[in-house]
């Protein structure tokens, strides 16, 4: 299975942290400023930040207000079940958060690849029951299924702020 190219970008931004403090990352200050972002720093909640990034980087046009989790509800079509690069919303207390799947675990959990889990890029288990919906690109064939991906045991993400 070829991950679409979107996907193959992101993949390529793995490991990328915040920088603790007043400092900002030097590649997540230039997506907000590529991204005409009012604010410039990484301590703002960034998910919305990384998947606009990639996403315009690969010529689609993020929703307006792509920098809000649930904004990426509206962009291109929805789907009925998650596929490998689709991009997952999630519901979060305080707001949501935003991710491309890359496959499911052994528990079925689905495995995101995002920005801001645990203030870096980083591929992590979220479980399915805070999905609130799974999006396409309008114009581009579905290519259904999803690989295993070994969650090292890790726990369920919780926590994205």
Not at 108 to 134: I, K, S
């Amino acid at each position: 299975m070829t991950d679409p190219a979107w996907l193959t970008r992101a993949r390529g931004y793995l490991g990328v942290r915040e920088t603790p403090g007043k400092a900002t990352t030097p590649t997540i200050a230039r997506w907000l400023r590529e991204l005409r972002a009012w604010w410039s720093d990484d301590e703002t909640a960034w998910c919305g930040v990384f998947v606009a990034a990639v996403m315009r980087a690969e010529g689609f046009k993020p929703p307006p207000h792509w920098y809000r989790a649930r904004a990426w509800l509206a962009f291109g079509r929805a789907i009925p079940e998650a596929a490998v690069g689709c991009i997952a919303v999630f519901e979060r207390k305080g707001g949501g958060h935003v991710g491309f799947v890359v496959g499911v675990d052994e528990r079925g959990r689905l495995m995101v690849l995002g920005g801001n889990q645990g203030n870096a890029v980083t591929v992590a288990p979220f479980d399915r029951t805070r999905v609130l919906g799974y999006r396409y690109p309008e114009t581009l064939t579905l290519v259904a299924g999803l690989p295993l991906v070994n969650s090292n045991g890790m726990p369920s993400s919780h926590n994205e702020a």
